[in-house]
Each structure stands twice: as C-alpha cells, then as structure tokens.
C-alpha cells in the first residue's frame, strides 16, 4: 500500500480524487465501463467535492453504496443513501447507483446487494478508516474470513461514539446498534482501493493500520495485503508515523 501525505485535508481530497478518477477513466478507456464504490462519513467531504467535478462519462459508471444503518430513514441527516444521493449521485447522475436499503429486511436486502455487485467488476473502491480501524462498518474483531458480499454487522461502542462526535446524532442512544456492511472480502475483490484518511482524530487508526500485523484486531490492516492500494493522509493523520 503506498502511502502519500498531504499539507491539509483540502490537498489531500484533491490528491485522492485526482489519483481515484484516473483510475476510472483507465477503466472505461480498457473495458467501455467502470464500477466503483463509494464510502460516507466526514473524512470523505474533500475528496467527493473534487471527484464530482472531474471530466468522467458517469453515464458508463455503476456505484455501489458501502455501508447503511438499520432501521434509520432516509430522511434522516445522519442517512448514507441521504449524503450519497446529495453528495455524489444527485450530481454526477451514474449509469446506476446501487444503494442499500437498511429500512427493509436485512437479510434480504444483503443478498439483493450480492446478487446485483457479484455481476460487476469493481474498479476502485474509495473508502476511509474508521477510528477504531474500521473498514466500512466491519469494526474489530472483523470478519475476514466470510465470502459473503454484504453482512449484517453490530456496531462497537468505539464506532458508534465516532458517528456521534462527527455530529450526525444528538446523543449516543441515538446512534443505532446494527449496520449493514460490505464484507472486507468484498472491498479487497476491488482493482484498486483509494483510502482518504484526514484529521488528527485519526492518527492512531492510521499508525495501527500501518505498524500492526495485519489482523482483525486493526480490519484497515487488510489493506496492506491488497496490490494496488493508496492510502492519502494529511499532516495531522499521519502525525504519529
């Protein structure tokens, strides 16, 4: 995994998104289309903002969502379909955004979300650390084992008090319990991974992912096993390297 480090957060989401679409125009130049995945949260904002105003054809790219709470609507601010839509989809207008659904049956909803990314090539994966060391909702220990596509995962505390303090919620208790997931077999299935870490919040995720043996334990430590992976930080993530 190579890992580059930026000044602010602002240069490192222009860097990650830089490096991200290349890598889709690549894919479309090669295959006539492209499929991505795309990641939520805070740490993503600068990267996203620059992505959508890049000169791709968005009408040959499926997206597929990461990650969703159960039982929380739409309309809910702290909703991924919500920031997805507002943030990448509504704008960009891809040939298919692949949402999950946690509002419906989960178990259900998991096999449809297999089903529909077992028929695509996933090109690029842009996703985050969590910090706890999370990737996507699988928080540790995570499973690194299951072929599943899409898993229903219960959320950690650590997690849970992450969502808080970004502000997606008024209070813990709000926060909800379960999630579903993109498995880590799934996201290492992906050509090329973009991993966009700022803020001094997530040094120690960062510093784990890159200094402990590759383990559930640290689930971003995977990364480090994938052959074409890049990991952006700025100077405040990458200040306990």
């Known amino acids: 995994m190579e890992t580059i480090i930026s000044k602010t957060r602002e240069i490192l989401g222009r860097e990650a998104a830089v490096k991200g679409a290349g890598l889709i125009r690549e ?18 904002f600068d990267m996203l903002s620059v992505l959508v105003k ?6 040959l790219v499926t997206a ?3 990650d969703e709470y159960i039982g929380l609507p739409i309309t809910h601010p702290a909703s991924f379909r919500k920031y997805l839509r507002e943030r990448f989809a509504d704008i960009v207008n891809p040939r298919e955004f692949v949402y999950i659904n946690g509002e419906t ?9 297999g089903d529909l990314i077992g028929r695509h090539i996933i090109d690029v994966a842009f996703v985050g650390i ?25 959320l950690d505390e650590a997690c849970r008090r992450q969502q808080l303090g970004e502000g997606w919620f008024p209070s813990f208790e709000d926060v909800p319990e379960q999630a579903i997931s993109m498995s880590i077999k799934q996201i290492m299935k992906s050509r090329a991974v973009i991993c966009t870490v700022p803020d001094l919040r997530k040094a120690e995720a960062v510093r784990n992912t890159l200094k402990e043996p590759v383990s559930p334990l640290v689930p971003a430590t995977i990364l480090r096993n994938h052959g074409n992976a890049w990991l952006f930080l700025d100077q405040d993530s990458a200040s306990l390297l």
């Open 27 to 44: 894919a479309l130049k090669t295959r006539g289309e492209a499929g991505i995945i795309v990641a939520t949260g805070a740490s993503q």
């Open 54 to 59: 890049d000169d791709i054809d968005w009408s």
């Open 64 to 66: 597929f969502h990461l």
């Open 105 to 113: 049956d989960p178990a259900v909803e998991c096999k449809r979300l």
């Open 130 to 154: 969590g910090e706890n060391g999370h990737l996507a909702f699988n928080d540790p220990p995570a499973d690194f084992e299951t072929e599943e596509p899409y898993i229903v995962v219960n």
